[in-house]
């Protein structure tokens, strides 16, 4: 439906402060609530009605966290940066240019104008039946992921699996800020505290992060790289709009090789090597691919056959790697 | 680009802004949904979220209770189906006990407002009783005791079955060098317009209504709807505002429309409804998915000898446009080239889907695809240069095929000489690295179908022009202007005719209240049907201003010289043509000594002349009103063996493009580097709106090679949306480079003919002829997605190793 049919009321605190406050009372009278930046990942889901709230919390009036800043060698970005802002901006050019590109690769202009950078590590998890019109997801059984009893996907899966619900992870920006080692402050009511962007991200596709609903991510940091070289390399059958059916990150820091994947699983995958266990780079970069394609298992919930994005997997990291080598040339 | 041979016209072949674009463009241009009517109710259509059900109960008293509900129709308040073809008038506007589609009506809701009306929809309480459902075209073909449409008395779910022969297959197969066979899919594809359907209705105290409804084709609509609510024609008047694109998907009446009427009449109210991008989808009326085997036979010397295929097409839950469609996927082969022995065997079978119809092409696109591969593979097999074949192959100037077609214009063969000079062909076509290729392809379709669809002798086009005292000029139409600039061209051949600028030109088109007949749009028809229509009005109203002047200049007005058409050139009401009562034959020539231009009229001969003003002014003391009408029917053509009507038109368009494009072979993506277009549309009428047709088609063709695809899980649309459901971005639009390209078309209005859809078809199989010159494998199947390109450049590889 092209209509939110939902009724919820809308706030836009200006200060956390202001924000926990809201969300005790949320809590308190029992109200669901969502927060939202750009709001280009959680209206869509309440246009089809796949999630209702009762309080739609606008985090654009904080208006602290939305820039980008330099400090003892570290970037810290604001979670309310825009993509475009982000893609565009002098110090992510210089000094993380992989970083901008990969911004830059999200969507399309418009939504790279309200989406942000905290909303894209956060983006949730897609699957094709729950990402859905609201009409197809009644003709199905309810999954996992809509409170009901089955795996699409994985016809097997059952409550107690480690994996329930095999709704992918598909943000653009996520695979480089894990190989940056990125860490992200995260406010809520008991104040702030700091994580490794990894422990962020969970296994089942349910709720695949472990934010807690009253917490919200404030900036995200990154050490800047020394004698580093990045490159993000995403499939998808457009130029423009789409989701990665599959993305690869890559970093080459002297002879350390890491490479993350999105678009394929409930979480993404880092892989890591070192040059001096081979006898040569090459050797590296085919075991590398070898580790990745061996431990990734792809599902039919994409525009491209599952076969097709797992083959593109060694593709990817061979060409992030050449590209990586020629520049630096 | 585009460009016009110089004939000293002022306005006919000069590239001009389409009328209404300044106002799209500045975001002024009112759409159906965007007129505002006094105190509307919303409709909102509860849709069946089950393929193939039966509706056991159904209960709207909750929903009816509700506050704000103003009404709630079901399937037991319309008696009459329609369709857009009288002979399948398969569809209700609201399902009846049965549903054969996910996303089917099965009830609606008018009421104050949208929020209201989706509440009330959660309130309707629907059992179903879930059927077996047929999801493919081979399951439909097989035996059922429950077919989708058991009124038609069938043991399956065949809707129609078409088979044609001409010549002798067997010996063209024998007079054949080489023999190529193949088996062909195709997915089915949306039209993926901007502006999705939307209907406003306004009703008067009389209980008169007027139809604001974004439609292709007002006339047949209006039909359609005066059938379904049983009331007079003349108590219903449709209006199409502007529109924002239609491609073949708002060519038939909806069941939305009929709801919206109904409601309006019922209630005493004006109402509106408009589809989500998600309806949308589930209304479908796209292009047929298919399953087409194709077998071509060729010799050296004499070209084509022989073409046969046997194609299943999956119809979806109702008829449409699907008759036609399925002559379409046979007939339109009989071009560009000679095919002297030919037989198709078409089957369009009814599933559980959201049904197809009309799509830019209509039929003829994946049959193309099919013999233009084909073709490819039979010069490579005998060593010939695919695009010099096809060069000698094309259609002479005035050709009778072999499913007796009459071929008038035909001026493809130079296009595609330039095209090969500019691409440089000879020098790329099979001599470019691995990876880079070259290919061609060429297609043919229709100006316009000859034969109404709703059989009758009236004329196709009928344009009404009046001229106030003032000296304005107004044109009526019914055709409806949906983007492709119907209503510039109609101006054009006035403003042309009349010798006045473009800006004294209005133009009132697609209101069954004050617009003559006009079928539509569809079927590339408008330009040369209105068009002639429009021009026949323009030089009867040429007429009286030239008398008028001649009578102030006293002079003696000019004679008309007879048409030299035959007299049975067009069917009168079976009566032969009457040239006194100022019957203008085809295409006539309206040069009588004078010229009009800057305010004046003036005689050539006698260096004399008076203001246009003073010719108006002169010619209203004789009649008060200045008004004349012109009219288009084709003539009389094709043969008289069953089926012969189908694909008849007064003329055809010719098309080649020369593709080229880069496959990575690790990834399998396909690039589409540039684009070379020669299209014979006679004479390019607005060379702007020409290229604007080319570079669309070239973007949508580019759509359906690579990436477009509706995908169905039992019925289930999976991919509803513009972010799963894969159209082109720019960024994929290549390099076009547009080679001069035309004829003088005897009969069309200023030469011209078609230029919005027989471009689109040769596109593709152009892309798939350049993928094997780049990499050696022939993709025969659509959407040419990358892993299909792998799949194929494996299997290659594999056959390489063995041999």
Known sequence: MSLVSENFDFVRPTSLEQLNELVKECQEKNQKFAFAAGGTDVIPKLKTGSFKINKFISLNGLQDLNNVILKDNKIIIGALTTLCDLANHGLIKKYLPALAHAAHKVASPQIRNRATIGGNIMVDNRCVYINQSSLNRECHEPCYKADGDVCHIVKSAKRGDEILCQARFVSDT???????????????????????????????????????????????????????????????????LDFPSLGVAIRITGNDLSVALTGLNTRPGVFRANADSYDNFDDMVTDISAQASDSVKTYSQDFFPRGYRKDMIPVFIRRGVDSILKEQQ | MTEAPDKGYKIIGKPVPLIGSRAKVMGQALYTDDIRLHNPLTIKILRSPHASANILSLDTSDALALNGVKGVLTGADFKNTFGVLTISKDEPAIA???????????????????????????????TYELTEGVFDSKTALKPTDRPLHPELGKGNNLHKNVVQEFGDMDQGFKDADVVV?????????????????????????????????????????????????????????????????????????????????KFALDLGRNVKVKFSRE????????????????????????????????????????????????????????????????????????????????????????????????????????????AETRLNMIHKENTLTTNEYRVTSVGLRNGLTEAM?????????????????????????????????????????????????????????????????????????????????????????????????????????????????????????RRILVEAACELLEMQPPKYEKPEAPDDFFRQGGRKPDFEKGFLGPNPDYSDGFIIEDGLIRSEKHNASVTYLEAV????????????????????????????????????????????????????????????????CGMPLNPLSVNGQIEGCIHMGLGQALMEEMVYENGATQNPSFLEYKIPSAFEQPEVDIVPCYSDDSEGPFGAKEAGEGILAPIIPAIANAVYDAVGIRLTQLPMRPDRVLSALAKENKKGAKS
């Open chain 2, 279 to 386: 309806e949308v989808f589930f209304s479908h009326h796209g292009r047929h998915q298919t399953d087409l085997t194709m077998k071509l036979g060729f010799s050296k010397d004499k070209g084509i000898t022989a073409l046969g295929l046997d194609t299943l097409i999956d119809g979806g839950a109702y008829g449409s446009f699907g008759i036609v469609t399925t002559y379409y996927n046979g007939v339109l082969l009989q071009g560009p080239y000679k095919v002297p022995n030919f037989r198709f065997h078409v089957d369009r079978l009814y599933t559980n889907k959201p049904m197809c119809g009309a799509m830019r092409g209509h039929g003829g696109v994946n049959p193309r695809f099919a013999s233009e591969v084909l073709l490819d593979m039979a010069c490579a097999e005998v060593g010939m240069d695919p």
């Open chain 2, 617 to 680: 002014e002169k010619a209203l003391e004789f009649e008060g009103i200045l008004q004349t009408s012109g009219t288009y029917k084709a003539p009389k053509l094709g043969g008289s063996f069953k089926g012969a009507g189908a694909g008849l038109s007064p003329s055809y368009s010719f098309t080649a493009f020369i593709v080229e494009v880069t496959v990575d072979p690790d990834t399998g993506f396909i690039k589409v580097d540039k684009a070379t277009c020669a299209h014979d």
């Open chain 2, 181 to 261: 066979k193949k088996r062909f899919r195709f997915a089915s594809i949306n039209h993926a317009f901007t502006e999705p359907h939307a209907t406003q209705v306004e009703i008067d105290n009389q209980g008169n209504i007027t139809v604001y409804s974004a439609t292709q084709v007002p006339h047949y609509l209006h039909m359609a709807m005066a059938e379904v609510l049983e009331i007079p024609e003349h108590n219903i008047r449709i209006v199409k505002p502007h529109l924002g694109g239609g491609f073949g998907g708002k060519s038939d009446p909806f069941p939305h429309e009929m709801i919206a009427a």
């Open chain 1, 174 to 240: 996520a695979p480089l800020l894990l190989l940056l080692g990125a860490k992200i402050t995260i406010a809520g009511a008991n104040g702030s505290r700091k994580i490794n962007l990894d422990e962020l991200y969970l296994i089942d596709g349910i709720d695949s992060r472990s934010l807690k609903s009253n917490e919200v991510i404030t900036t995200i940091e990154v050490e800047i790289p020394e004698n580093t070289a990045m490159h993000y390399e995403k499939l998808a059958i457009r130029n423009a």
């Open chain 2, 421 to 541: 000079k500019r691409t440089k062909w000879k020098e790329k076509h099979g001599k470019l690295p691995f990876g880079k290729g070259i290919g061609v392809a060429c297609g043919f379709f229709i100006s316009g179908s000859a034969l109404p669809i709703h059989w009758n002798k009236l004329p196709a086009s009928t344009v009404r022009i009046t001229i106030d005292y003032d000296g304005g000029v107004t044109l009526f139409s019914g055709a409806a202007d949906i983007g492709q600039g119907s209503d510039t061209m109609l101006a054009q051949m006035a403003a042309e005719v009349l010798g006045q600028p473009m800006e004294n030109i209005k133009v009132i088109s697609a209101d069954t209240r004050t617009t003559p007949v006009d079928l539509g749009s569809y079927s590339s028809r408008v330009t040369f049907m209105a068009g002639n229509a429009s021009r026949n009005a323009a030089i009867r109203m």
């Open chain 2, 96 to 126: 009846r006990d049965v549903v054969r589609y996910e996303g089917e009506p099965v009830a609606a809701v008018a009421a104050e407002t949208a929020e209201i009306a989706l509440r009330a929809l959660e309130l309707i309480k629907v």
